[in-house]
């Protein structure tokens, strides 16, 4: 439920949101903490950080860290 996960984070978080990598064979639950053009650090729904480099990321997820 969408709105169980805003609360984990509180209101100043970024949105909880589906991230793709560009093979389609993984995907994740998670809030965006920090992006830098080499990697991106994503919160998951259980709280655990990880580290993503920026270029294994589906595009339509590279689009949506370009327009933030």
């Known amino acids: 439920n969408d ?3 805003k609360t984990l984070f509180g209101e ?3 949105e909880v949101r589906q ?3 560009r093979s389609g ?3 994740i639950k998670a809030s965006l903490v920090d ?3 080499k990697e991106v650090t994503l919160k998951k729904v259980d709280g655990k950080v990880i580290k993503v480099p920026r270029e294994k990321l589906s595009e339509a ?3 949506y860290l370009r327009n933030r």
Do not use: C, I, P, R
């Open 3 to 5: 709105d169980e996960e």
């Open 12 to 14: 100043n978080s970024s």
């Open 19 to 21: 991230w793709n990598d």
């Open 25 to 27: 064979k993984f995907s």
């Open 35 to 37: 992006a830098n053009e």
């Open 61 to 63: 997820d590279q689009l």
